[in-house]
């Protein structure tokens, strides 16, 4: 709205600098029509996340002696970005819990059943946010976010954040549009979401950490 509103009043501006004879004043609003126009175009840019460069780890606590992992595929997502103000980002993002893989088929069954996911009833869980913000660089000179919003598993909504870095943005070097890749990690209590069979032997804190690429459309 703004930039329309821009637009429509610098080019009736520049017609009647041009009808007026003030060529100099024209080119400079000329200029200023570009600037404007250009600049919000730019300010936020939608990117879906590509499930075949996308990977959700979670990781536990077994007995204090090892830590488990589970993967989770076919994730879904779009990323609202805006590099300059990032307050005016946002992500939203779906993960079917049904992938999960564990690498031992009888805990995969078990993390399936009605005792911790149920998916045949709740086959994906869900992440919304509800406001970004920025939290400096890291130590290679990467920004970081920390992103603030809903968890949701089996219907439980819980409050996160997840720890954002972006890797990279630019155009992507085989697809020829605007990318992006971050990785994120949050810290959540299964206890939080009815998952505590075995709690406190197996951790009740499972890490998350996510890794993607997305790209706009």
């Known amino acids: 709205m703004l930039s ?10 520049f017609m009647m600098a041009c009808y007026g004879g003030g060529f100099r004043r024209a080119l400079m609003l000329l ?11 730019a300010e936020t840019k939608a990117y879906q996340l590509d499930p075949t460069h996308t990977s959700v ?3 536990w606590a077994h007995f204090g002696f090892s830590h488990p992992t589970a993967t989770f595929n076919k994730v879904r997502g779009t990323i609202q970005f805006d590099q300059d103000d990032p307050t005016k980002s946002s992500v939203e993002i779906t993960l079917p819990v049904n992938t999960i893989k564990t690498g031992v088929p009888e805990l995969t069954q078990e993390l399936m059943n009605a005792t911790y996911f149920d998916v045949q009833a ?6 919304t946010s509800s406001h970004v913000e920025a ?4 130590a290679a000179g990467q920004p970081q976010y920390n992103v603030h919003g809903s968890l949701v598993i089996k219907e439980i909504s819980q409050p996160v954040v997840f720890h954002a870095t972006l890797n990279k943005i630019g155009e992507h070097p085989m697809a020829k549009v605007p ?4 990785d994120a990690k ?11 069979k075995y709690v406190p032997h197996v951790s009740d804190e499972v890490t998350l950490h996510i890794s993607s690429e997305a790209t706009a459309q």
Request: net charge positive; glycine share 8%; charged share 15%.
């Open 31 to 41: 200029g200023l029509l570009t600037f404007f126009t250009g600049n919000a175009a």
């Open 179 to 182: 990318a992006l890749g971050f």
């Open 122 to 127: 709740h086959p994906n869980a869900t992440f």
């Open 186 to 196: 949050t810290v959540i209590k299964r206890s939080d979401f009815n998952l505590d």
């Open 57 to 59: 780890i979670a990781s």
């Open 4 to 13: 329309r509103l821009i637009t429509q009043t610098s080019r009736s501006d």
């Open 135 to 138: 939290a400096g660089h890291n």
